[in-house]
């Protein structure tokens, strides 16, 4: 079973970058695409965007689209989601999720790393 663990989070200035890591761990690891989600207090879960494993090429949500940037290490079975221009509606709950096939749903989650983007 895949167990993926997200890595990065933490209490942020408004304007600055940060990169937030997801390992995938055990023997049978298999992707499809590895994707990105958010959660803000009070607010539904929402898509940023994800990557085609075997290619390598991230597709973003239409919003997201400009300050996130995913990229994946094969090697290392780990996903990356870089924030560029932080700004405190960006403070969230952040996870990384798996779709093992192209039929498969995001059938493993990370825990989430939280972030925190004071003003």
């Known amino acids: 079973q895949v167990q993926l663990v997200e890595f990065g989070g933490g209490s942020v200035q408004a304007g600055g970058s940060l990169t937030l890591s997801c390992a995938a761990t055990?023997?049978?690891?298999?992707?499809?695409?590895m994707g990105w989600f958010r959660q803000g207090p009070g607010k539904e879960r929402e898509f940023i965007g994800a990557?085609?494993?075997?290619?390598?090429?991230?597709f973003y949500a239409e919003p997201m689209k400009g300050r996130f940037t995913i990229s994946r290490d094969s090697a290392k079975k780990t996903t990356y989601l870089r924030v560029d221009a932080l700004k405190p509606e960006d403070t969230a709950v952040y996870y990384c999720?798996?779709?093992?096939?192209?039929?498969?749903?995001?059938?493993?989650w990370g825990q989430g790393t939280q972030v925190i983007v004071s003003p």
């Open positions: 990557i085609s494993w075997s290619s390598g090429n991230p």
């Open positions: 055990g023997r049978t690891f298999s992707s499809y695409a």
């Open positions: 999720a798996n779709k093992a096939s192209y039929r498969d749903t995001w059938s493993s």
